[in-house]
């Protein structure tokens, strides 16, 4: 591990200043899913005490988030040794089977669910839009292989404002589950050297997944990976045609509570554009924990390995909602729609941004 690292780790071991705010955390009550478990842990391998291998696990039980980042008024950030010791762990060999096979799955795929087609019915809709256009939407393998409903309706949303665009059907992946999963490894920079590659033939890309702009426009700078394309997150483009007319709008008087992706307002630093959005066509309310410090919702990659505990993050943000008298929330993220819409309840409806958009309320 880095001197570096190593600082952070050593910092965070006995800090308990941000246990309240992760998610994972507060789902599970455990100690041991804090960021300062995590620290001690990774502490005890530096040391010679522990393996890396005898506590990789407890590094895969981080959403990396940056909640914990966040909330740190000395400026230590776990995320940043949590993904190193991933890294590590890749580098010894040592990363868990689950995580091997999701890793393999990628590399084969270009997704860790290891699909090779998509929904007919998304396909249909894709292949409508192959001609080459000057503006790409980069739709992401979530919805692409996860929830093609949100996919059809984000296609549908562009096409009611006259948006010429196209959509690939095989399109590449932009490296941000592998950069999840095993951070800065060569296999991943290679993933995005491709998918620049892909993407670099348009004037503009429309990204649907803040997953994806997030590494599109903050991991692809960082490790060198050159976009002459400009990239655009899918809802700052939304503000944008709808402050022109493109998209006509009418607001229904409907309350709502926004559910801020953190790679958008903690990492882009995109809080308003998708307000503007929302407040065309409803109401937009705040939860508690909102903008920068948004609680995550969870997401479809580590249903894969956490499933009861991803579905209590989801409850959990649900109840937010409804401590603050909210029935609807609306998302901005794929996965976070998907893993919300998983709870089983019937108080607080979920809306995606494209079901405001075309009337779904």
């Given at each position: 591990?880095?001197?570096?690292?190593?600082?952070?780790?050593?910092?965070?071991?006995?800090?308990w200043?941000?246990?309240?705010?992760?998610?994972?955390?507060?789902?599970?009550?455990?100690?041991?899913?804090?960021?300062?478990?995590?620290a001690?842990?990774?502490s005890?391998?530096?040391?010679?005490?522990?393996?890396?291998?005898?506590?990789?696990?407890?590094?895969?039980?981080?959403?990396?988030?940056?909640?914990?980042?966040?909330?740190?008024?000395?400026?230590?950030?776990?995320?940043?040794?949590t993904?190193?010791?991933?890294?590590?762990?890749?580098?010894?060999?040592?990363?868990?089977?689950?995580?091997?096979?999701?890793?393999?799955?990628?590399?084969?795929?270009?997704?860790?669910y290891?699909?090779?087609?998509?929904?007919?019915?998304?396909?249909?809709?894709?292949?409508?839009?192959?001609?080459?256009?000057?503006?790409?939407?980069?739709?992401?393998?979530?919805?692409?292989?996860?929830?093609?409903?949100?996919?059809?309706?984000?296609?549908?949303?562009?096409?009611?404002?006259?948006?010429?665009?196209?959509?690939?059907?095989?399109?590449?992946?932009?490296?941000?589950?592998?950069?999840?999963?095993?951070?800065?490894?060569?296999?991943?920079?290679?993933?995005?050297?491709?998918?620049?590659?892909?993407?670099?033939?348009?004037?503009?890309?429309?990204?649907?997944?803040?997953?994806?702009?997030?590494?599109?426009k903050?991991?692809?700078?960082?490790?060198?990976?050159?976009?002459?394309?400009?990239?655009?997150?899918?809802?700052?483009?939304?503000?944008?045609?709808?402050?022109?007319?493109?998209l006509?709008?009418?607001?229904?008087?409907?309350?709502?509570?926004?559910?801020?992706?953190?790679?958008?307002?903690?990492?882009?630093?995109?809080?308003?554009?998708?307000?503007?959005?929302?407040?065309?066509?409803?109401?937009?309310?705040?939860?508690?924990?909102?903008?920068?410090?948004?609680?995550?919702?969870?997401?479809?990659?580590?249903?894969?390995?956490?499933?009861?505990?991803?579905?209590?993050?989801?409850?959990?943000?649900?109840n937010?909602?409804?401590?603050?008298?909210?029935?609807?929330?609306?998302?901005a993220?794929?996965?976070?729609?998907?893993?919300?819409?998983?709870?089983?309840?019937?108080?607080?409806?979920?809306?995606?941004?494209?079901?405001?958009?075309?009337?779904?309320?």
């Open positions: 591990m880095t001197e570096n690292s190593k600082k952070h780790v050593d910092s965070c071991r006995f800090c200043m941000c246990r309240h705010i992760c998610p994972i955390g507060n789902a599970t009550g455990l100690e041991r899913n804090t960021s300062r478990a995590r001690l842990g990774l005890l391998v530096n040391r010679g005490t522990f393996t890396l291998s005898e506590v990789i696990d407890n590094i895969y039980e981080c959403a990396c988030c940056g909640a914990c980042t966040k909330e740190c008024v000395t400026g230590w950030d776990p995320v940043m040794f993904k190193e010791a991933r890294l590590d762990g890749v580098l010894e060999g040592v990363l868990p089977e689950y995580i091997n096979n999701l890793v393999d799955k990628c590399l084969e795929t270009g997704n860790a290891g699909a090779v087609e998509i929904d007919a019915s998304l396909k249909a809709t894709v292949v409508a839009h192959a001609q080459k256009a000057d503006t790409l939407l980069f739709l992401g393998v979530d919805a692409l292989y996860k929830v093609p409903e949100a996919a059809i309706k984000a296609i549908k949303v562009l096409e009611k404002a006259g948006v010429e665009f196209s959509v690939l059907e095989k399109e590449p992946a932009s490296g941000q589950q592998l950069e999840y999963l095993i951070s800065a490894a060569n296999e991943t920079k290679q993933q995005m050297l491709a998918c620049a590659a892909a993407i670099n033939a348009y004037d503009k890309v429309v990204v649907f997944d803040p997953q994806d702009a997030k590494v599109f903050r991991e692809y700078k960082e490790w060198g990976v050159e976009l002459s394309a400009e990239v655009v997150t899918f809802t700052s483009f939304l503000a944008e045609i709808l402050e022109k007319g493109s006509e709008a009418k607001n229904s008087g409907k309350n709502v509570v926004y559910q801020d992706p953190f790679q958008l307002s903690r990492d882009l630093e995109e809080t308003e554009e998708p307000r503007k959005v929302i407040s065309a066509y409803a109401v937009c309310n705040e939860m508690l924990c909102c903008g920068k410090d948004t609680m995550w919702a969870g997401n479809l990659l580590m249903k894969e390995w956490m499933p009861d505990v991803i579905l209590r993050v989801a409850a959990d943000r649900i937010n909602a409804k401590g603050v008298g909210a029935d609807t929330i609306v998302t993220s794929v996965s976070e729609y998907a893993s919300l819409k998983a709870v089983e309840q019937s108080e607080v409806k979920i809306l995606s941004l494209e079901e405001l958009i075309l009337g779904e309320q």
